[in-house]
């Protein structure tokens, strides 16, 4: 009698045992962010001395972020005789995007915070398009993914800084704890300011050339983390 109710108890147990609590992430928080280790804030802008001797003063700047979004981490593979089959499909739309349109100014750097809830699954990486909108969305409005005024001063030598281009740059890579996060989730995105000027000769340098090599010096070492919470 006493084993029977014994294994009654533990049937009973069993049937009143909650359901395992989901995993992955069920919401996202980009954080943009500038590092501006380097850099001196002045009245208007900010100022740095690059790597090859230019004092540079910032008085005007903007980034513009088209897109952000996870990739989802890729499901175990089971091995198999028989060859997998695709067929040619269209991807729906990416349910983890943000579209932001966001424009930041590179002169006088806030953080921008961006959220959205995501379906609940293990994300492995970011991306990060900066990029002008599509001449479609553009309308009569500028398309600027990347512009900087500044003026520059080396030995007795000065000149000045215009720069302005369309072209996109992106990033999609791991990004360290995404893929152990579960819940809300903060990814912050960090953007050095301070070197996006070095390894570049200002006083001779192509126009458009210098401005995707800042826009991809910004895009390229910016420093990415995945933290529980918002």
């Known amino acids: 009698?006493?084993?029977?109710?014994?294994?009654?108890?533990?049937?009973?147990?069993?049937?009143?045992?909650?359901?395992?609590?989901?995993?992955?992430?069920?919401?996202?928080?980009?954080?943009?962010?500038?590092?501006?280790?380097?850099?001196?804030?002045?009245?208007?802008?900010?100022?740095?001395?690059?790597?090859?001797?230019?004092?540079?003063?910032?008085?005007?700047?903007v980034l513009t972020t088209w897109r952000l979004g996870m990739t989802p981490c890729p499901p175990p593979v089971a091995?198999?005789?028989?060859?997998?089959?695709?067929?040619n499909h269209v991807d729906p739309?990416?349910?983890?995007?943000?579209l932001p349109h966001l424009a930041e100014n590179l002169a006088q750097p806030v953080e921008a915070a961006l959220t959205r809830t995501v379906?609940?699954?293990?994300?492995?990486?970011?991306?990060?398009?900066?990029?002008?909108?599509?001449?479609?969305?553009?309308?009569?409005?500028?398309?600027?993914?990347?512009?900087?005024h500044a003026t520059?001063?080396?030995?007795?030598?000065?000149?000045?800084?215009?720069?302005?281009?369309?072209?996109?740059?992106?990033?999609?890579q791991p990004v360290p704890g995404l893929d152990t996060a579960d819940g809300a989730t903060t990814i912050a995105v960090t953007r050095h300011l301070g070197g996006m000027l070095d390894g570049i000769d200002l006083a001779t340098a192509p126009t458009e050339a210098m401005a995707w090599t800042v826009l991809h010096k910004l895009v390229s070492g910016a420093d990415w983390r995945a933290t529980a919470g918002k």
């Not at 029977?4 to 980009?30: E, F, M, N, Y």
């Not at 492995?124 to 009569?140: E, I, M, V, Y």
């Open 93 to 98: 739309p990416d349910p983890t995007s943000i």
């Open 152 to 172: 520059w001063q080396k030995a007795d030598k000065r000149g000045e800084i215009a720069l302005e281009t369309w072209m996109p740059d992106a990033k999609m």
């Open 119 to 148: 379906p609940m699954a293990r994300y492995c990486q970011g991306f990060w398009l900066a990029s002008a909108p599509p001449p479609a969305q553009a309308g009569d409005g500028p398309r600027i993914s990347l512009q900087l």
């Open 79 to 87: 091995w198999s005789l028989i060859p997998a089959a695709y067929a």
């Open 1 to 61: 009698m006493t084993r029977r109710l014994l294994a009654l108890a533990l049937i009973l147990s069993g049937c009143h045992k909650p359901p395992a609590k989901p995993v992955g992430i069920s919401a996202v928080t980009w954080k943009l962010g500038f590092d501006a280790a380097r850099t001196t804030p002045e009245t208007t802008g900010w100022r740095v001395t690059t790597d090859t001797g230019y004092d540079v003063h910032v008085t005007q700047g």
